[in-house]
């Protein structure tokens, strides 16, 4: 996706939808966080499987909003305005990322990590992978759903409009952690 942005499909929104000046380029700055956010997702399946979701929440609930806030201020007070959101959002995302992996990989079993294991089966990998092709296809889905909204009203409202309704969402969004945080058993 964020090929198909980057070599011409941003910039063709740009022409026929958004005229925003430099619409593309946010676009494409903000679908680079995507991967990173993917990854922090199916690590959070992976410490959920091992009865420890503890550092994934941590890192989605914690280090990334406070990190963006903390980049936030930072870059609009320095006068960045909407490219300073787009990059504290990516830039958090990316750090987030790299925090988690650095914890998973160095919380694994290292004596276990030396233990050669027989290499499974074709039949053995694809029954593994098909479990993730659903968790991919529902973190895709949720995600366009979660933002799909304000892309359409994007089209039809004015800018602050859409920016009240953003911060509404964004704020409505809290009343999903306490929910989340009991089905986690930080209840």
């Not at 929104?13 to 679908?31: E, Q, S």
Request: charged letters at 10%; a positive charge; zero cysteines.
């Amino acid at each position: 996706l964020v090929l198909i942005l980057a070599f011409g499909g941003g910039r063709w929104l740009n022409i026929h939808f958004y005229r925003i000046p430099g619409f593309d380029w946010l676009l494409i700055a903000t679908f680079v966080a995507l991967p990173f956010q993917t990854d922090i997702t199916i690590l959070g399946g992976i410490y959920r499987g091992q009865f420890n979701p503890l550092p994934q929440l941590a890192v989605s609930f914690y280090v990334l909003p406070f990190l963006r806030l903390a980049l936030l201020v930072v870059l609009l007070t320095l006068g960045y305005g909407l490219i300073g959101v787009v990059v504290a959002t990516t830039a958090a995302t990316g750090v987030s990322f790299l925090l988690l992996n650095i914890h998973y990989f160095l919380s694994q079993d290292n004596v276990a990590r030396k233990v050669a294991e027989p290499r499974p089966s074709w039949r053995t990998t694809a029954a593994l992978i098909e479990p993730s092709l659903w968790m991919a296809v529902g973190i895709f889905f949720y995600g366009s759903i979660r933002t799909i909204d304000v892309v359409v009203l994007g089209l039809l409202r004015t800018r602050k409009e859409i920016g009240a309704y953003g911060a509404t969402s964004t704020i409505a969004q809290f009343v999903q952690f306490f929910p989340q945080a009991l089905s986690q058993t930080l209840g």
